[in-house]
């Protein structure tokens, strides 16, 4: 069996972004959005105590909203480990909380069943070896330093040993998310590519990696899965003329990180819109929360999991093991399929009938998920107009966010 298969059958996951940045609130990239005063911002260390992080509870929320794996952030672009680095002291354990929170997510969410995943970002806004017109040096100064060949040697022995100790310190790791590629770095193999590859499976051999460590894909390694950003994709993303397994990373509000301030929430029918729009075109949604300097995620974000919950408990079937189908979806929805099983999923309410494209004469049955009743097929009325091969049904009481399961006969 590909080790992909699981990911591809999952298709929807969990996102964790988590650090010192949620105690001043504005978001993950909180380092760099503002000028700091020196060891300001790295002073928010010395009082992360998130007391009431409930790792087992928020890996049961993820497990009942149909969520298969998570990817948690191990460190961000700000430099700060969420794990028991040994190779820094800006580091989780040095915190009052003292705990590695990295080790209870992998344990938590190990034991409720759901692959585990590791974000680690490549950048290091910290360290002295990493420039970039993206670091808060340039965003606040308008100036990039040049590091010394030594310093970044340094940079890049850094981020491989953190990797390694990753890969070889909690158990079987399934994906790897490296984050970010930098337009900037566009044509550089910046992180030693390779050499970071060859260890990560070395010790993990059965692991995914995404494609982050490369800005430009065509001329470098296939990477296992390729990683758009906050959107539904069209159509499958086509790398060296093939298409590719990939997932869209979202998030719930507007925000990575925790964010005071952002309430723009999304509603739980355009989430699962999303989601249905990803596998629709054969690719997974990771959908993000961030938990605030409490480690709570917030009320609001608990009720969009527990709505998307209530959906899968009806419709699972119609995401996990499912892709893009060949049939052309009618107007104001999209399929997914598997095998001889094509799931129509409404993104707005019918105003009526549903006219289905190339499916006259190829049903078996039709249902809608959230009742159990059969689908009228319209077969004497209303087809004065219609091409040959489409098809009339009358989904009665149907609306948007349900799904008709439409059983197509054996060819």
């Known amino acids: 069996m590909s080790k992909?298969?699981?990911?591809?059958?999952?298709?929807?996951?969990?996102?964790?972004?988590?650090?010192?940045?949620?105690?001043?609130?504005?978001?993950?990239?909180?380092?760099?959005?503002?000028?700091?005063?020196?060891?300001?911002?790295?002073?928010f260390a010395k009082v992360f105590d998130p007391q009431k992080f409930d790792p087992g509870r928020l890996a049961k929320l993820a497990s009942a909203a149909g969520m298969k794996y998570v990817v948690f952030t191990t460190r961000h672009h700000d430099g700060f480990c969420m794990f028991d680095s040994h190779y820094t002291d800006y580091k989780v354990t040095n915190t009052p909380y003292g705990k590695d929170i990295v080790r209870?997510?992998?344990?938590?969410?190990?034991?409720?069943?759901?692959?585990?995943?590791?974000?680690?970002s490549l950048p290091?806004?910290?360290?002295?070896?990493?420039?970039?017109?993206?670091?808060?040096?340039?965003?606040?100064?308008?100036?990039?330093?040049?590091?010394?060949?030594?310093?970044?040697?340094?940079f890049k022995e850094l981020l491989f040993n953190h990797i390694e100790q990753l890969m070889t310190g909690y158990g079987k790791i399934d994906l790897l998310f490296c984050d970010y590629t930098s337009?900037?770095?566009?044509?550089?193999?910046?992180?030693?590519?390779?050499?970071?590859?060859?260890?990560?499976?070395?010790?993990?051999?059965?692991?995914?990696?995404?494609?982050?460590?490369?800005?430009?894909?065509?001329?470098?390694?296939?990477?296992?899965?390729?990683?758009?950003?906050?959107c539904v994709m069209n159509?499958?993303?086509?790398?060296?003329?093939?298409?590719?397994?990939?997932?869209?990373?979202?998030?719930?509000?507007?925000?990575?990180?925790?964010?005071?301030?952002?309430?723009?929430?999304?509603?739980?029918?355009s989430l699962i819109s999303a989601l249905m729009g990803c596998v629709s075109q054969s690719g997974n949604m990771l959908l993000n929360v961030g938990p605030d300097?409490?480690?709570?995620?917030?009320?609001?974000?608990e009720e969009r999991l527990r709505e998307i919950g209530k959906w899968f408990d009806i419709h699972a079937d119609a995401v996990y093991g499912c892709s893009a189908s060949k049939h052309q979806a009618p107007y104001g929805c999209c399929y997914t399929q598997n095998g001889n099983k094509l799931y129509c999923f409404l993104l707005?309410?019918?105003?009526?009938?549903?006219?289905?494209?190339?499916?006259?004469?190829?049903?078996?049955?039709?249902?809608?998920?959230?009742?159990?009743?059969?689908?009228?097929?319209?077969?004497?009325?209303?087809?004065?107009?219609?091409k040959s091969d489409e098809e009339r049904i009358r989904p009665a009481g149907a609306k948007a966010g349900d799904v008709l399961e439409i059983t197509l006969r054996e060819c």
């Open 293 to 301: 300097a409490d480690g709570c995620i917030g009320m609001t974000a």
């Open 124 to 154: 290091d806004w910290t360290h002295p070896g990493y420039a970039d017109p993206e670091t808060p040096e340039y965003m606040q100064k308008k100036t990039v330093r040049t590091p010394t060949a030594q310093e970044y040697a340094d």
């Open 235 to 269: 159509a499958p993303p086509v790398v060296k003329g093939k298409e590719v397994v990939w997932e869209s990373c979202t998030t719930m509000n507007d925000h990575w990180g925790y964010c005071a301030g952002d309430n723009n929430y999304k509603d739980a029918h």
């Open 183 to 230: 337009k900037y770095k566009d044509g550089v193999d910046y992180f030693d590519r390779e050499r970071i590859l060859e260890m990560v499976y070395r010790h993990q051999p059965d692991i995914i990696v995404n494609d982050r460590l490369a800005y430009f894909k065509d001329d470098v390694c296939d990477f296992d899965y390729y990683t758009p950003e906050i």
């Open 348 to 386: 707005i309410t019918p105003v009526g009938d549903i006219i289905l494209p190339e499916l006259k004469g190829k049903i078996e049955s039709i249902k809608l998920m959230r009742t159990q009743t059969e689908v009228q097929i319209i077969d004497f009325w209303g087809y004065e107009l219609l």
């Open 4 to 43: 992909i298969k699981w990911f591809t059958d999952s298709r929807f996951g969990m996102f964790i972004h988590w650090g010192i940045y949620a105690i001043p609130a504005i978001g993950e990239w909180a380092y760099a959005q503002k000028e700091w005063k020196e060891n300001e911002y790295q002073g």
């Open 104 to 120: 209870m997510v992998v344990e938590a969410f190990r034991k409720e069943g759901l692959k585990i995943g590791f974000y680690h």
